[in-house]
């Protein structure tokens, strides 16, 4: 391999690796920040809302990731990637991470031309298709992150509406009651109520800081829950009851998405296998025969491989859906 070659491989490494440990000493640095004593000696000090962790020492962004945070703020990726972070809870400003998903793309380029052999319109062709591939990357990682995190969430609702009602009846204020549910839940529903308790404490009414929850974590279960404290505030009623009638609901719709997901994992299953095996089968050519499979990639050839990967593509988003049941 020629000495160009090693340079850029070690180029791509490089670019990857220091993507890797920024991500990884925001999330330290800020996770540090956010300590139950720090939180303890905050709440002591008026509730001071979540975002005073980002002012910490230790937790400083660089100037060039604040200067991405005011070029992208008020714009859709800005505040797309704000929400996509408040989901996942990754503790680190929107700048921060399209500073990482720029790295991430300027490295797959840089695999990209290697692959293609430094030849010109291949290698412009294959680093293109790796740079999109690393600039997605990491919102796939952080969409994941949510989901799990939603699905954690969803879990739990049912017992903390049960929670809430139990101690409404014994004559909790809401606000009392979320308090409580901070206190004596686990996380990740501690620490969205958590997040709502403090809000209030900053002067939020307890309906708008529900709404913020509720575009934090988008559910339809935490959607029922929010209308009926919503509505329950306007026209008056049994708090108590209805959360208990709601919770009620919840646990059943829980319990037959979990009996589906049972039924439709040797589905999901062997979609996630029939869409890898081209890639292995392609890598593992690449591995053993170069020169083979790169015949292919030569015009009018290329467009079997550009043809194939996009109708993989269509066939996997395909099978997910029908497997995808709503309740």
Partial sequence: MESSQLLSIAAALFVFIAAALVFIGVQSSRARAS??????????????????VSDTPGSATSAFSEKIDRATKGTSLGEKTATLLARADLKMTAGEFI????????????????????????SILFGIVFGVIGWMVPPKYAGMKASQRQKKFNGQLGDTIGLMANSLRAGYSLLQTMELVSRESPDPMADEF?????????????????????????????????????IQHELGGNLGQILDII?????????????????????????NVIAAMPIVMTLGL??????????????PWVCLPIGAAVLLCIGYVMMRKIVAIEI
């Fill in 35 to 52: 300590t139950p004593e720090m939180e303890d000696r905050l709440d002591r000090y008026g509730n001071i809302a979540d975002e005073i």
């Fill in 99 to 122: 500073a990482i998903r720029g790295g991430a793309a300027f490295g797959g380029f840089v695999l990209g031309v290697i692959f293609g052999g430094f030849q010109a319109n291949l």
């Fill in 194 to 230: 958590r997040r709502v308790v403090r809000e209030v404490g900053l002067g939020i009414s307890p309906q708008q800081a529900l709404n913020n929850l509720l575009r934090r974590v988008p559910s339809e279960d935490l959607d029922l829950m929010v209308s009926a404290i919503n």
């Fill in 247 to 271: 919770g009620e609901t919840i646990r059943e719709r829980v319990r037959i998405k979990g009996e589906i997901n049972v039924l439709v994992a040797q589905q999901k299953f062997s979609a």
């Fill in 286 to 299: 690449y591995a053993i025969n170069r020169d083979y499979l790169m015949s292919m990639f030569v015009w």
